[in-house]
């Protein structure tokens, strides 16, 4: 084990400790946070955390160099090449940083009570980028039922749960189900990525989608096919449009 690992090993072991020793600690940089500070993340980490901004694709929203010749209302390159079942997706940040390690802690230490500034962090990119929009309903991306029993949440559905208490839109968590697992997408082409996902996800039995607007909502934005899955089986199944929002978008 490299010096790195063995130190960074050190640090989310002490952070571990920190956390359920004294659990007013900044889950990031481990400073101690007032008693009254309700988010576990202190404001210094939070100033850091990496948003989205302009200019990115708009249709994908991927972060895109612009320059005076290249306007930024163009889309990028595979958005031009490939036909998008979403009307626009967004990220709030860059799956790196704070936002990272917010997301890990949340994800994999069973942190739950992140859902909320993770939440607020998402809701300011919606209120930046999709203030126009009106849903019907917040769709979480559901997970496969073995994910669900390992981890004991679906991260979507609560931080669809904490964007709906800030714009008012109800959670719909039943409009989509997942029929099977997928592998890991990190190592897989694109088509391989699309083959994997093709499938996984299916209208729920209860959900009514017919004429429905939704805002589909992911934790990390990786490939892109999950989100373009997602919003296909639910425009196949009459939905009238489908946005997509992340919480983070690895770059
Ligand atoms: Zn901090
Ligand atoms: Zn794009």
Redesign the pocket.
């Known amino acids: 084990m490299s010096s790195g690992e063995t130190s960074s090993l050190f640090i989310s072991l002490w952070r571990g400790i920190l956390s359920i020793v004294f659990p007013s600690h ?6 101690a946070l007032d008693p009254a500070h309700r988010v576990c ?2 404001d ?3 100033s850091k955390m990496p948003q989205i901004r302009q200019p990115f694709c708009p249709k994908c929203g991927v972060p895109i160099e612009s320059t005076a010749l290249i306007p930024f209302d163009i889309p990028c390159g595979e958005c031009r090449l490939t036909r998008r079942p979403y009307g626009v997706c967004r990220s709030a940040g860059v799956y790196d940083g ?1 936002l990272k390690q917010c997301i890990h802690s949340f994800k994999y230490e069973g942190r739950r009570e992140l859902a909320e500034v993770l939440g607020r962090f998402m809701a300011e990119c919606a209120d930046r980028e999709l203030a126009e929009a009106e849903y019907d309903a917040l769709v979480p991306v559901p997970l496969h039922r073995d994910r669900l029993r390992e981890r004991g949440f679906n991260q979507a559905l609560l931080l669809a749960r904490e964007l709906a208490k800030r714009r008012g839109s109800p959670v719909a968590p039943d409009v989509l189900a997942r029929d099977r697992g997928t592998l890991s997408q990190s190592t897989l082409s694109r088509r391989e990525r699309l083959k994997n996902v093709r499938g996984a996800f299916a209208v729920g039995e209860r959900g009514a989608v017919r004429g429905m607007r939704f805002l589909v909502i992911d934790d990390v934005y990786t490939t892109g096919a999950t989100a373009d899955e997602c919003a296909r089986i639910l425009m196949k199944a009459g939905a009238r449009a489908v946005d997509i929002l992340t919480l983070a978008r690895s770059i």
Do not use: D, E, F, S
């Not at 900044?26 to 400073?31: D, H």
């Open positions: 900044c889950v990031v940089c481990a400073c993340l202190c210094r980490c939070w704070p």
